[in-house]
């Protein structure tokens, strides 16, 4: 994807629909990029409530499901998905950053066999992650995001980090975490955020461990500990995929070729340096 003229456009040249919002604000020179969910009931749900004039509500970019994009603000204008916000010092987070909304019913809990939304929508157990939220609160589940919504979030935030030079990418709980859960514990901030940000297209994300930990078969605690486990602090993975909180990766050996794959918890692995982990 490529930005022009501060609207998105696929790689053969065709803008994303356009659905303009009146809801935004003056001049942006942005610096970040924030993730949010719309816990909300569908894509065209959540665009006709960010484009209906008096919501005080919207966002540069809206992703569905399916990875379907709309624009609905130009990114050299101030779209309204921070509120009362701050980081690194700075305050109302509108004025310094593009938003992105990904198409997700956010936080759910237990029905029966199936765990319920806000809004009383059931969802099945394998849509579901459930986790405990990185700023506290009770276990809970998350509709977890689609795998063709994150590559087509992933697409969209490669192109604005590169375009505009943005700094970092931004959780809507990191900037305003005493009244905010979105992105969640189902969005992998940190391998999203290595993707996005200064890396080439076609080479993995490389993590290392940041404790002895064991790698596992399979997602999940009920995996079994693979021969290698546990893995010394300080080893260097490739990042294949990723699972809530679990991330399937490769382990490098000294060399940076990869040995083992297998599944690790992705709390203990941290971004690796690029001239750190060719060694
Ligand atoms: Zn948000």
Redesign the pocket.
């Known amino acids: 994807m490529q930005i022009r003229r501060h609207r998105l456009h696929y790689d053969n040249g065709e803008p994303v629909r356009y659905a303009e919002s009146p809801n935004r604000g003056g001049a942006l020179n942005p610096r970040f990029l924030i993730m ?1 969910y719309t816990a909300g009931s569908s894509f065209e749900s959540s665009l006709s409530h960010m484009t209906r004039r008096g919501t005080s509500a919207s966002a540069h970019l809206l992703i569905g499901r399916d990875g379907a994009i709309a624009q609905l603000v130009p990114f050299n204008r101030v779209a309204w ?1 921070a509120g009362r916000s701050r980081w690194q010092g700075l305050s109302g987070l509108n004025r310094h950053s593009i938003g992105i909304e990904l198409d997700n019913a956010g936080p759910l809990d237990r029905h029966g066999d199936q765990w319920r939304s806000w809004f009383g929508r059931d969802y099945p157990r394998d849509e579901v992650l459930v986790a405990r939220h990185k700023n506290g609160g009770r276990r809970r589940g998350w509709q977890t995001y689609s795998e063709a919504q994150i590559a087509a979030a992933l697409e969209a935030a490669t192109a604005l980090c590169r375009h505009y030079g943005l700094a970092d990418i931004l959780g ?1 709980d990191d900037v305003a975490p005493e009244r ?1 859960t ?1 992105p969640g514990p189902a969005f992998a901030m940190e391998s999203f955020r290595a993707a996005a940000l200064g890396r080439g297209d076609e080479e993995p994300a490389r993590f290392e461990t940041i404790t002895r930990l064991n790698i596992r078969d399979r997602p999940g605690l009920d995996g079994a500990k693979l021969p290698d486990a546990p893995l010394a602090s300080g080893t260097f993975l490739s990042l294949l995929s990723q699972q809530g909180k679990w991330a399937m990766v490769e382990v490098l050996d000294a060399e940076g070729m990869p040995e083992t794959t297998g599944w690790v918890h992705s709390d203990y692995i941290i971004a690796a340096q690029p001239e750190a982990a060719t060694g």
């Open positions: 949010h998905h809507h905010k979105d």
